[in-house]
T-cell receptor
Framework: GIQVEQSPPDLILQEGANSTLRCNFS?????LQWFHQNPWGQLINLFY???GTKQNGRLSATTVATERYSLLYISSSQTTDSGVYFC??????????????????FGKGTLLTVNP | DTGVSQDPRHKITKRGQNVTFRCDPI?????LYWYRQTLGQGPEFLTY????????KSRLLSDRFSAERPKGSFSTLEIQRTEQGDSAMYLC??????????????????FGSGTRLTVV
């Protein structure tokens, strides 16, 4: 199956610092999403970004599908940014009943700690 | 849009007991997914539904696991004869796939808050 690697595995920042998280994937994908999992376990959708660049406030993401990687940028980090950031890729796979289905495969995440 | 709801949030059960979790997806979403997440890992795919039809099951889903989505609305995931290895966070997600004349349009996944299962 497809492999999704995220780096770094852990990151500690001081409030106000900027950071870049990376996601590499081993094969072509149809879609890619970035999630933030808060300390209570909730997975919050940050970006749905199969290609190109998107921005939402202090966060932005870029996916270069041809080179099989995506980057998540966090600027002016805040303590509330702490948590695990997951990259997940979606790829077509053959179904048992014929035809095709799509499945989301996650990386192991980057644990971000932002200190005051 | 109230998001994806899961119930209960936490469940502690004794080994050998049966448990059932519920997921209420976003109402207009036609696909519903179950994932399992263990400590320090990303979520792993278990199964998914297109409306009421269960289209795919992972090898992770042993015979003790069963999922249903009656009438294509809410879904339940039941685990029979629980084992300690079943302890995990069980996540539900939904999404909308819409079909145009020549294309399928895919929208992002929305996850619920999960049900944390502890088997003692």
């Amino acid at each position: 199956g497809i492999q999704v690697e995220q780096s770094p595995p852990d990151l500690i920042l001081q409030e106000g610092a900027n950071s870049t998280l990376r996601c590499n994937f081993s094969d072509s994908v149809n879609n890619l999403q970035w999630f933030h999992q808060n300390p209570w376990g909730q997975l919050i959708n940050l970006f749905y970004i199969p290609s190109g660049t998107k921005q939402n406030g202090r966060l932005s993401a870029t996916t270069v599908a041809t080179e099989r990687y995506s980057l998540l940028y966090i600027s002016s980090s805040q303590t509330t940014d702490s948590g695990v950031y997951f990259c997940a890729v979606e790829r077509r796979f053959p179904s048992d009943s014929g035809g095709s289905n799509y499945k989301l495969t996650f990386g192991k995440g980057t644990l971000l700690t932002v200190n005051p | 849009d109230t998001g994806v709801s899961q119930d209960p949030r936490h469940k502690i059960t004794k080994r050998g007991q049966n448990v059932t979790f519920r997921c209420d997806p976003i109402s207009e979403h036609n696909r519903l997914y179950w994932y399992r997440q263990t400590l320090g890992q990303g979520p792993e795919f278990l199964t998914y539904f297109q409306n009421e039809a269960q289209l795919e099951k992972s090898r992770l889903l042993s015979d003790r696991f069963s999922a249903e989505r009656p009438k294509g609305s809410f879904s339940t995931l039941e685990i029979q004869r629980t084992e300690q290895g079943d302890s995990a966070m069980y996540l539900c997600a939904s999404r909308l796939l819409s079909m145009g004349p020549t294309l399928l349009w895919y929208y992002g996944y929305t996850f619920g808050s999960g049900t944390r299962l502890t088997v003692v």
